[in-house]
């Protein structure tokens, strides 16, 4: 394959000379506009991804990494081009440099929404080819001969009809010197040797012998720590506190405010820490959301559904043609607030001076993160520096830097670093929740299961319209909407709108799928409803809408083959499916399930059929399916995030449940390997579960759930 980098969006910019080495760039600009201005202006910054110098290759990563794999994943997209073996990559996470390394897909530097991978995909292998080629040029003029007679392997050029060679090492200053290729040759699927294949990920020894770094096990020298108490009602104030009593506790050094609203005491120790938070003894005026709940939440959101909304899809007339039809549906469905829960709680370490910072802490927006220091300090941003570690989870719940901002504020007048942890129950009750959405959604049908007509009306909270105004397009939040927009089956008259309705009292934010994992709740459910309205099985129902997407129809029936849907179950189980196209992958996931007299859901099976196109590490594929499942199957059957009088109820895992090792069901993958575009993988699994979930439970009971979680349902 020959890529022409003078007519893609996606190019590769010049070379830049170290003293020792070969840096090889990708850019990819904000715009094609933005790009040919800066290239006029010869002010083109280029994003390094690959450097080659004495110390051996370097990765310069542009996602991080938080348990997803993808350290592994795209050095396997630059150790194929560049013709190495995967450990003769070092992996360096990139500095915040939004114009180096931006993430065309979300168009800032940022990881989540599973865009990794796809973004990845072409510009890191076109760092390794080009590497390749630049290197594989320079030794065949240094030897006279024709570069086509030279080979790679292992990071070594070799000339075997002259028996010579030579490594990247020893060449890379001298392959500096030349011009940047315009045709960049990439290896044909065929020809793969890593991709494709599964490996140990980068990351595995350092996590099994302790010896990796999270953000909260940094050590600073000189470090002090401290934890806070922030108001427990959005838009609370401190009404007192008792500072004496706190610096009397052994250890405490020290207590900062930010403004009224947060208080932290800085200690020796954590444990001196929370006990100095105690002895504050604070007293919390709770202001205006104090009589705030999930009940008038709702009732909000139920009025706003009622209302006007924007459209989003309007094929036809879909209200005239459901007033027509034979069959009519209709309902209400709710999803609740969701907190994120990662393992590892949020933590930052800030070392502030007069004229720089020093930031050490796991984020996924690098750049956001260390604008939030320089905004809250005054100082300029290149005088901040980010050290971004490992997390323990993020979940989404690290794209926003609102506990960095909190940090900073606190400390911005203390002149030694200072470890800020949240314990688990200040990170639990000041989440950023998963938005709670109101769908109502109506269908015609023929009395052979054809669809008339859809409409569908999603309200909730817009999470673009704070966190990325400019996706915010005429009122319509895009991943509100993702999901229920377009759907894999065959329907020509359709109508779906977006009503935004803002919560009272509650912060929200992205969360592992986020809209897909509420619309597929939605629609999947609807899908079996409707199965059930003319008299079919959801499996044959479904088929029947498939007739114009072979691949969404192939994992049907990979999924319902290896789940033996056609095997009947004894009295009390159930099995229910969930089909989507959701980040670019196509997934059904059949769960089984048994529901005992008294209510409890045991879960038996889950069985996921995805093809995510051109698949890197399987291993990776497979472990994300059984994460990602863990985690969505633990939301539907459990989690809600509830108010009284505006604060918080859910503080800890004993009433925010995750699946004990004892529930969780045997979890099999089963992976359709193509040569399309890669999807994402590390949301779709979660977004699946609540459909496949509650369609097993209505098969086990006959009982349609419609508001999650669904064991609530069944107390």
Partial sequence: MIRNLSSRRNFLKGTALATTGLMLAVQVPKTAGASRAKESAGAFAPNAFVRIDDRGITLIMPHTEFGQGIHTSSAMLVAEELDVDLDQIRVEPAPPD??????????????????????????????????RLMLVTTAAARWKVDASACRTEKGIIHHDPSGRSVSYGDIAAE??????????????????????SPV?????????????????????????????????????RIASLDRAAAKAVEGVIDIVQAGDFAVAVIAEHMWAAIKGIEALAIRWDSGAN?????????????????????????????????????????????????????????????????????????TQAPVRAQKAVADVTGLAIENVTLHNQLMGGAFGRRLEVDFIEI???????????????????????????RPYYYDRVAVGLDSEGKLLGRTHRVT?????????????????????????????????????????????????????????????????????????????APLDFRRGLLTRNPRALAVLELAAAKAGWSTPLPLGQGRGISLQFAFGTYLAHIVAVEVTARGDIRLLRSVIAVDCGSTVNPDTVRAQMEGGAIFGLSAALHNEITLTDGAVDQSNFDSYRMLRIDEAPKIEVHQIRNNEPPGGIGETATASAAGALANAIFSATGKRIRTLPLAKALT
Avoid at 188 to 195: L, V
Avoid at 467 to 493: H, L, M, Q
Avoid at 502 to 518: A, F, K, L, Q
Wanted: proline share 6%.
């Fill in 98 to 131: 939004i114009d180096r390394f931006m993430d065309p897909i979300l168009y800032d530097q940022a990881t989540g929404g599973s865009t990794s991978t796809r973004t990845d995909w072409m510009r890191l292998r076109e760092a390794g080819a080009v590497a």
């Fill in 200 to 236: 140990r990920r980068l990351d595995t020894p350092a996590k099994v012998d302790g010896s990796a770094l999270y953000g909260i096990d940094v050590l600073v020298p000189g470090m002090k720590v401290a934890t806070l108490a922030s108001a427990p009602v959005k838009g609370g």
């Fill in 460 to 536: 909730g909270s817009s999470i673009f319209a704070r966190w990325a105004p400019a996706g915010f397009i005429n009122g319509v939040d895009p991943d509100a909407v993702d999901c229920a927009e377009r759907t894999p089956y065959d329907e020509d008259v359709v109508h779906v709108d977006f009503a935004r309705n803002e919560p009272d009292g509650v912060n929200t934010s992205w969360w592992r799928g986020v809209g897909p994992t509420h619309n597929l709740f939605v629609i999947e459910s609807f899908i079996d409803e409707m199965a059930q309205a003319t008299g079919k």
């Fill in 290 to 362: 104090g009589r705030v709940s999930v009940e008038t939440i709702v009732e909000a959101m139920e009025h706003a559904s009622n209302g006007a909304a924007v459209v989003v899809r309007k094929e036809k007339d879909a209200q005239a043609a459901i007033e027509a039809a034979p069959i009519k549906l209709s309902a209400v469905y709710q999803s609740p607030f969701l907190s994120h829960s990662a393992l590892e709680p949020l933590s930052c370490i800030l070392h502030i001076r007069d004229d720089k910072a020093d930031v050490w802490v796991g």
């Fill in 175 to 196: 392959a500096a010197e030349l011009p940047l290729p315009v045709e960049i040759p990439l290896k044909p699927a065929a020809q793969f040797k890593i991709i494709g």
């Fill in 407 to 433: 940090a900073a504020l606190l400390v911005k007048d203390i002149r030694y670093p200072v470890k800020m942890v949240w314990t688990r129950e200040e990170d639990m009750t000041h989440d950023y929740c």
